[in-house]
Nanobody
Framework: QVQFVESGGGLVQPGGALRLSCVAS????????VNWYRQAPGKQRSWVASITPKGVSDYATSVKGRFTISRDNAKNTVTLQMTSLEPEDTAVYYC??????WGQGTQVTVSS
């Protein structure tokens, strides 16, 4: 079963940027799309972005134009570059793919 380890979260001011990474426990080069999800306090987990093995990406409307997802299959790593962060982006961020288990996630807090 695939597991991801997420990292890169932290506290950032509104308008700032963060770069999140998740490393898979196994080869992801032939996987179905890898997704980033997030869960804000008191809310359900929601989809943020996805990327196919060939690098085709898709984004939730709320982050389109601000977030960029990328993957390095050789390093089993998927990255989420986040810019123009807003307080509404505060959440725990997780990677996921078909058949994976949820990891610990990485906390992103956007606050002045």
């Amino acid at each position: 079963q695939v597991q991801f380890v997420e990292s890169g979260g932290g506290l950032v001011q509104p308008g700032g940027a963060l770069r999140l990474s998740c490393v898979a426990s196994t080869d992801i080069s032939s996987f179905l799309p890898v997704n980033w999800y997030r869960q804000a306090p008191g809310k359900q987990r929601s989809w943020v972005a996805s990327i196919t093995p060939k690098g085709v990406s898709d984004y939730a409307t709320s982050v389109k134009g601000r977030f960029t997802i990328s993957r390095d299959n050789a390093k089993n790593t998927v990255t989420l570059q986040m810019t123009s962060l807003e307080p509404e982006d505060t959440a725990v961020y997780y990677c996921q793919t078909l058949g994976s288990t949820w990891g610990q996630g990485t906390q992103v807090t956007v606050s002045s």
